[in-house]
């Protein structure tokens, strides 16, 4: 609500997108490490953020109805990738609503932070915790295992 339905940015002006985007500009897929708004001059770099649910659904977790709902534009973001394209899945709600995007069965690929997984269309996904305060604050996810999550698809797009 004070974040991307505010400033029309996904993970701006959140805990997560904190941790997001230094480590988008650590790792070259932003020209500035935060995002305060769309007047900020943070450009995107071999990158987009998109969300497996576009509404801000009842104590900020998607419900699985939601996923469902919203998860034609999803396939349509996923259609228009080019082959090659590295999809990083912030959690496993993303995961799942990108292996249903695809037409996967769910235990095709099994979610585990730093999983790579071929995906049709020459496709990579990798998967991360999500960067919530949540599991940030448990240690669940640092600040290192996330960069390497996003040096590693770095490291794929380049070649």
Do not use: Q, W
């Not at 998860?71 to 899945?89: F, H, K, M, Q, T």
């Not at 995961?95 to 269309?121: D, N, Q, V």
């Not at 998967?127 to 305060?133: F, M």
């Amino acid at each position: 609500m004070h974040g991307a339905n505010r400033t029309g940015r996904p993970f701006t002006g959140d805990h997560a997108g904190i941790l997001l985007y230094r480590t988008l500009h650590d790792t070259g897929f932003a020209t500035r490490a935060a995002s305060t708004g769309p007047g900020d001059g943070l450009r995107l770099l071999d990158c987009r953020i998109s969300n497996a649910v576009k509404c801000l659904p009842p104590g900020n977790k998607p419900e699985p109805d939601e996923v469902i709902r919203c998860n034609r534009y999803l396939v349509r973001e996923i259609d228009a990738l080019l082959p090659g394209a590295v999809i990083v899945a912030l959690g496993r709600v993303a995961h799942g609503a990108i292996l249903k995007a695809l037409s996967l069965k769910p235990g095709t690929c099994r979610f585990a932070h730093g999983a790579e997984y071929r995906l049709p269309g020459g496709r990579m996904l990798l998967d991360s915790y999500h960067c919530s305060r949540l599991n940030t604050n448990t240690g669940r996810l640092t600040p290192a295992m996330f960069r390497r999550v996003f040096a590693r698809a770095r490291h794929l797009i380049a070649g």
